[in-house]
């Protein structure tokens, strides 16, 4: 047992170990302070809008800090700043019962989003260099499952402390900072930082039209997972669910993402990953049609937003492992970057376009920008399968 953590054979998975564990913590921490935020501010000012423009300020920090990291990187040792990034965020968070005030709460959720953006592009990054080409998008697949699984045990742990006053921001503190053990413990290949030219927010830029099928796998991803989880529920409710069944509905959500993830991974990394994106983005096109058709039938509806959840997913991590085999080195960490960023755009636009969108043509308004996302990613995705097939 000892041999895992000091035998030299065991460096990389312990490196994997150690990038996968931070993005655990994030997740849990995420699912746990979405609802918990967002029913605090709902009884502090009993205003919706209020609401949403907070959770935008997580947007709006993904979008202005992801273009930073690779940077950020060149003058920090990789590990301390992840290390950092957890401590302080584990401070941020515990200050929210402390100052509950609307205007605090926007600074505060935009500076814990900052330093979970670092997390995340180094984290994923780290996983992209140490990772055998063989087996990179089913460990990406691991760590999406990873990811999916914290975002639900957050969401547990925020009905387990529902009712217990300020306990739930004290515990999310306390997680984060749990994440800093296995980076100081399990001792293998550093994440690389990128050399000072990849480091630039201009070749960050750049990266987009080298990889665009990997990079804008991020945005319709980020537009779609947001969609799913801050508009369904009101499509469920516009349906005539009730909230019990709208609770299925994430939950089924949730378990698709989960349960897909390596089986996918496992495919791409035997196949052609753009290949499997093709696939991937196809099933999402199509799924939210299905959606719509399911009606309020509650056993087809959550079979088919089970299944439409487990393909969305693997655009992540289908769309990293391609980063992955389109970069190498440091230059992996600046098309994360690219990637996040990509994310947060995808975040920031698809909400505002579904709810117009929902307004006009009702709950059917959701499915149709659903599917216009996913349908425009298998446009661009199949452009360059013709133009370039031997890039991303």
């Avoid at 047992?1 to 490196?15: G, P, Y």
């Avoid at 709460?105 to 500076?111: A, D, E, I, K, Y």
Wanted: proline fraction near 6%.
């Amino acid at each position: 047992m000892v041999s895992l953590f000091i035998d030299d054979r065991f460096a990389q998975t312990r490196s994997l170990v150690a990038a996968i564990s931070c993005a655990m913590v994030c997740g849990i921490v995420f699912g746990l302070s979405m609802p918990l935020v967002s029913l605090r501010l709902e009884h502090m000012t009993g205003s919706g809008l209020m609401v949403g423009l907070n959770g935008a300020a997580a947007a709006l920090s993904t979008l202005l800090m992801a273009p930073l990291v690779p940077r950020l990187m060149t003058y920090i040792p990789p590990r301390l700043l992840l290390a950092g990034s957890l401590a302080a965020a584990a401070a941020l968070f515990v200050l929210f019962p402390n100052f509950p005030n609307v205007w605090v709460w926007f600074l505060l959720r935009f500076s814990v989003g900052c330093f979970m953006t670092v997390i995340f592009v180094i984290s994923e990054s780290w996983i992209n260099q140490v990772v055998t080409p063989e087996r990179r998008a089913m460990m990406l697949g691991v760590y999406g499952t990873a990811l999916a699984g914290g975002f639900g045990t957050g969401g547990l742990l925020f009905s387990s402390l529902h009712g217990v006053g300020d306990a739930a921001f004290y515990i999310g503190g306390l997680i984060f900072l749990m994440g800093v053990i296995p980076i100081f413990f399990l001792r293998g290949p550093d994440p690389t930082a990128p050399d000072a030219h990849a480091a630039s927010v201009v070749s960050m830029i750049k990266m987009i039209p080298m990889a665009p099928a990997a990079i804008l796998a991020g945005l319709a991803f980020g537009a779609i997972e947001t969609l799913i989880f801050s508009m369904m529920p009101v499509y469920g409710e516009r349906i005539g669910l009730d909230h019990s069944m709208i609770g299925m509905m994430i939950v089924a959500v949730a378990l698709g993402a989960i349960v897909f993830q390596i089986p996918v991974g496992w495919v791409a990394d035997r196949t052609d990953r753009r290949l499997t994106l093709l696939w991937i983005a196809c099933a999402a096109t199509i799924g939210p049609i299905f959606v719509g058709l399911a009606g309020a039938n509650i056993p087809l509806l959550l079979t088919v937003m089970f299944l439409q959840s487990g393909a969305v997913s693997g655009l992540y991590t289908v769309g990293l492992s391609l980063l992955g085999e389109r970069f190498t080195g440091g230059a992996i960490a600046a098309a994360n970057a690219a990637f996040i960023f990509a994310y947060g755009l995808g975040s920031f636009g698809g909400p505002p376009a579904a709810g117009i969108a929902m307004d006009h043509a009702g709950p059917w308004g959701l499915l149709w920008v659903l599917s216009a996302i996913a349908g425009g990613y298998v446009l661009i995705v199949a452009w360059r399968a013709v133009r370039a097939p031997s890039n991303s």
